[in-house]
């Protein structure tokens, strides 16, 4: 439970737009199936039925994939912050 908490704590605070990102992709994820697979079958229901398993399932995949690249992209700008600077001081 605690990871989950750190993954959602202080969501809007310091620009981070991970939540409303995820929010807005599901919709037009949810859409997307639900249009494909009406055509490729005719029927609201079944349409509905495919639109709602694999989108939702993508979507939490997509919101922990958005918290782990946040985190890399964070551990790379603190690696390149603690290299140390090979120019000497010419003061």
């Known amino acids: 439970m ?8 202080d969501h809007g605070s310091k620009g ?4 409303l990102k995820t929010i807005t992709f599901a919709i037009t994820h949810f859409t997307v199936a ?7 079958t ?3 229901i079944v ?5 709602m ?14 918290k782990m690249w946040a ?3 964070g551990n790379a700008r603190g690696a390149r912050n603690s290299l140390p600077d090979n ?5």
């Open 71 to 73: 985190r890399h992209l």
């Open 2 to 9: 605690s990871a989950l908490k750190l993954f959602i704590h």
């Open 53 to 66: 398993v694999e989108p939702a399932i993508n979507t939490v995949a997509y919101f922990f994939h958005e």
């Open 16 to 19: 981070d737009q991970s939540l």
């Open 47 to 51: 349409g509905c039925l495919i639109a």
């Open 87 to 91: 120019h000497p001081s010419t003061c």
């Open 42 to 44: 005719g029927d609201i």
């Open 34 to 40: 639900f249009t494909v697979a009406y055509l490729l």
